[in-house]
């Protein structure tokens, strides 16, 4: 069962990846503001690319939302209640 703080950790590294390929040095905390750090929707489209294939599951179609997308923070909170639901199925 992954933690929260697993679950945040991953996706900072998911996040400072994709702004590493952009080379924009940003100083990112899980409630940073995903498009304040200059994230593009484009680099969006990846990052949800990449949690799918870090955490191995299929984000609903519903759950794409600029809410769920706005930071680690809610990215988290997205993650872990997929899990859960994942899990208890």
């Known amino acids: ?3 929260v703080s697993d679950v945040q950790s991953r996706l900072l590294a998911l996040v400072k990846s994709i702004l590493d ?3 924009i040095a940003a100083d990112l905390k899980p409630a940073t503001l995903l498009v304040d ?3 593009t929707s484009m680099d ?4 949800m ?5 870090e ?13 769920n ?5 809610t990215l988290t909170r997205l993650v872990v209640g997929q899990l859960a639901s ?4």
Request: cysteine-free.
């Open 86 to 89: 994942a899990t208890a199925a």
């Open 21 to 23: 390929q952009n080379a």
């Open 49 to 53: 690319l990449a949690v799918e294939a």
């Open 37 to 39: 750090v200059g994230l």
């Open 1 to 3: 069962m992954q933690t």
């Open 44 to 47: 969006m489209v990846n990052l």
């Open 69 to 73: 997308f706005q930071s680690v923070e």
């Open 55 to 67: 955490f191995d599951f299929t984000i609903p179609q519903s759950e794409i939302t600029p809410e």
